[in-house]
């Protein structure tokens, strides 16, 4: 197995590209294409502080290394999440990561800051553990950007999560959801500019980034999301990639090129009125937002193990 570039020995073969590389060619590669993503869709000007959102598995660490190495002012956030042992590691690889490079880090912990955890959260709301996970870090992304005086947050969503994001909003014909299906959101005011630059990179892609960078992370995934629906649409995708290398790609990136710019006119108005959270300023629609009453509720609530929600999550109906 030889590189297409250099016709040194290969070390991974990328089939949607026919073509084998070495390391040094698969991170001038995953280089390009993440340089791609950002001049593209305009995510990142020169001079901007970036805080990227880092869960310490591998996606979010190679982003950071990948923004890192291009010559950006990229700061970390870490939420800790609460979800057990999952939560303690993947904080560990997180620190251990920023560390080592001198990187800078802020870590959330829901626990010290705010008095519950997701388990919690999830038991006491009746949301299901990714929803209050959801909204609580789609909150804190944004409250960290904006104390932090953040010109952008990025996240690690590669391109088998937005493909997989992209069939579900299918299959339900969610046009509002398609229509908002952007790797960027515009900042609009009490919310920071968000990017996604791994969107042309798959999750095997990041994997061997982080190994020939020797970055360790969290292989585990969250015991939470066992058996969730995103994860069936994954699945279902990696076979018809197996059967038609590049099929993921030309589905996503062809509908962000081509059938969102159709549907822009679907998306609820963003402009809408919002005032401001009674208690945490941040914009809502109703006098306090759903984040301050998820932690009124959940803070009041007895902790929950998370071993009582993983093991009832299983049992589910799965994908
Ligand atoms: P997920 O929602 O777990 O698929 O993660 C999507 C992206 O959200 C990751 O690539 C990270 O950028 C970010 N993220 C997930 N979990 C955390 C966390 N605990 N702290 C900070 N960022 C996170
Ligand atoms: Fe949010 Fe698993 S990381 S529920
Ligand atoms: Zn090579
Ligand atoms: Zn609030």
């Given at each position: 197995?030889?590189?297409?570039?250099?016709?040194?020995?290969?070390?991974?073969?990328?089939?949607?590209?026919?073509?084998?590389?070495?390391?040094?060619?698969?991170?001038?590669?995953?280089?390009?294409?993440?340089?791609?993503?950002?001049?593209?869709?305009?995510?990142?000007?020169?001079?901007?502080?970036?805080?990227?959102?880092?869960?310490?598995?591998?996606?979010?660490?190679?982003?950071?290394?990948?923004?890192?190495?291009?010559?950006?002012?990229?700061?970390?956030?870490?939420?800790?999440?609460?979800?057990?042992?999952?939560?303690?590691?993947?904080?560990?690889?997180?620190?251990?990561?920023?560390?080592?490079?001198?990187?800078?880090?802020?870590?959330?912990?829901?626990?010290?800051?705010?008095?519950?955890?997701?388990?919690?959260?999830?038991?006491?709301?009746?949301?299901?553990?990714?929803?209050?996970?959801?909204?609580?870090?789609r909150h804190l992304f944004d409250s960290a950007a904006l104390e932090?005086?953040?010109?952008?947050?990025?996240?690690?969503?590669?391109?088998?999560?937005?493909?997989?994001?992209?069939?579900?909003?299918?299959?339900?014909?969610?046009?509002?959801?398609?229509?908002?299906?952007?790797?960027?959101?515009?900042?609009?005011?009490?919310?920071?500019?968000?990017?996604?630059?791994?969107?042309?990179?798959?999750?095997?892609?990041?994997?061997?980034?982080?190994?020939?960078?020797?970055?360790?992370?969290?292989?585990?995934?969250?015991?939470?999301?066992?058996?969730?629906?995103?994860?069936?649409?994954?699945?279902?995708?990696?076979?018809?990639?197996?059967?038609?290398?590049?099929?993921?790609?030309?589905?996503?990136?062809?509908?962000?090129?081509?059938?969102?710019?159709?549907?822009?006119?679907?998306?609820?108005?963003?402009?809408?009125?919002?005032?401001?959270?009674?208690?945490?300023?941040?914009?809502?629609?109703?006098?306090?937002?759903?984040?301050?009453?998820?932690?009124?509720?959940?803070?009041?609530?007895?902790?929950?193990?998370?071993?009582?929600?993983?093991?009832?999550?299983?049992?589910?109906?799965?994908?």
């Amino acid at each position: 197995m030889k590189c297409r570039v250099c016709r040194g020995p290969a070390i991974i073969d990328l089939p949607r590209h026919n073509a084998n590389f070495c390391a040094e060619h698969l991170q001038q590669l995953c280089r390009r294409q993440v340089e791609k993503a950002i001049s593209d869709h305009s995510m990142i000007e020169r001079g901007q502080r970036v805080l990227v959102a880092v869960s310490g598995g591998k996606d979010s660490l190679a982003l950071w290394d990948m923004l890192v190495e291009l010559g950006y002012e990229a700061d970390g956030l870490y939420i800790a999440l609460g979800i057990g042992d999952y939560s303690d590691q993947s904080r560990e690889y997180t620190e251990r990561f920023a560390s080592e490079r001198g990187l800078n880090l802020r870590v959330v912990s829901l626990r010290d800051d705010y008095g519950f955890d997701v388990p919690t959260a999830s038991a006491a709301t009746r949301r299901v553990p990714c929803s209050a996970c959801g909204l609580t870090k789609r909150h804190l992304f944004d409250s960290a950007a904006l104390e932090g005086a953040y010109d952008v947050v990025a996240t690690g969503h590669n391109l088998d999560d937005e493909a997989a994001v992209l069939l579900g909003n299918t299959l339900h014909w969610d046009v509002e959801y398609l229509a908002r299906q952007l790797p960027v959101l515009p900042a609009r005011p009490g919310f920071p500019k968000k990017v996604k630059p791994l969107v042309r990179l798959t999750e095997r892609e990041t994997a061997a980034w982080c190994i020939v960078r020797n970055i360790d992370y969290i292989v585990e995934e969250c015991p939470m999301a066992a058996g969730n629906r995103h994860l069936g649409y994954k699945d279902t995708l990696n076979r018809l990639e197996a059967r038609s290398p590049g099929t993921k790609a030309s589905f996503y990136l062809n509908f962000i090129e081509r059938m969102a710019p159709l549907i822009a006119d679907q998306r609820l108005s963003e402009s809408g009125q919002l005032s401001r959270c009674s208690q945490c300023g941040a914009p809502t629609t109703e006098a306090v937002c759903a984040f301050c009453t998820l932690v009124s509720k959940s803070a009041a609530h007895a902790p929950v193990p998370v071993e009582l929600l993983s093991r009832s999550g299983r049992k589910g109906k799965g994908a």
